[in-house]
């Protein structure tokens, strides 16, 4: 099935500063799914990317989907302490059956 | 308020004696799903749901049991839990129609989280 990597598993990042999460896949996907889950949170979904080379942002954030749809990735740019939290990435194949990375948690120090 | 209920929240039980977790979502979705969430391992899916009276088994199946016999419940039943279920549960559900086009598709989109139950077995 599709299994997707993501990295970094931990990223202590200083207020204003950008950063980068990465989701990679050995398979072409259908599609991925951003999520982020605070601390004793539930995940809560963020974005959908389905189409090849796709861009879209959301405030600070930028998400992009590869050319390929083997990878993803997140930019959060000028980061503040909102942004703390583990990010999750996860797609699904066409039977309804998901697969969420093991999520990059996000540490910012002020 | 749009939303996904689990109950109970926290539960400590023993090694052998059956129980189930509750979901309900009151977002009419057809489709729901049941993960678990264990340190450094990110959400595993353990059975989900595409509509009424169709469940599929995710990745970690074993050791569980679900039901949909109606849209907005999706229970996960435990029927002899032992201590490597201890975990953080969490329910989800979705719709299965395209948000631009309102077409039911194959997949899901976006998932709803309820707010997860924690659950320690000894």
């Known amino acids: 099935g599709q299994q997707v990597m993501q990295i970094p598993q931990y990223q202590h990042v200083q207020e204003g500063e950008d950063f980068t999460t990465y989701c990679n896949s050995s398979?072409?996907?259908?599609?991925i799914q951003w999520y982020k889950q605070r601390p004793g949170g539930h995940p809560v979904f963020l974005i959908q990317l389905v189409k090849s080379g796709e861009v879209k942002k959301q405030k600070r954030l930028t998400f992009q989907f590869g050319e390929a749809k083997k990878n993803s990735s997140l930019h959060i740019t000028a980061t503040q302490t909102t942004d703390v939290g583990t990010y999750f990435c996860?797609?699904?194949?066409?039977?309804?059956?998901?697969?969420f990375g093991a999520g990059t948690q996000v540490v910012v120090t002020p | 308020e749009a939303q996904v209920t689990q109950n109970p929240r926290y539960l400590i039980t023993v090694t052998g004696k059956k129980l189930t977790v509750t979901c309900s979502q009151n977002?009419?979705?057809?489709?729901m799903s049941w993960y678990r969430q264990d340190p450094g391992l990110g959400l595993r899916q353990i059975y989900y749901?595409?509509?009424?009276?169709?469940?599929d088994k995710g990745d970690v199946p074993e050791g569980y049991k679900v039901s949909r016999k109606e849209k907005r419940n999706f229970p996960l039943i435990l029927e002899s839990p032992s201590p490597n279920q201890t975990s953080l549960y969490f329910c989800a559900s979705s719709s299965r129609r395209d948000p631009t086009s309102g077409r039911s598709t194959p997949s899901s989109y976006e998932q709803y989280f309820g707010p997860g139950t924690r659950l320690t077995v000894t």
């Open positions: 749901s595409m509509n009424v009276e169709v469940t």
């Open positions: 996860a797609t699904t194949d066409s039977w309804g059956k998901f697969q």
């Open positions: 398979t072409t996907l259908s599609n």
């Open positions: 977002m009419n979705h057809e489709y």
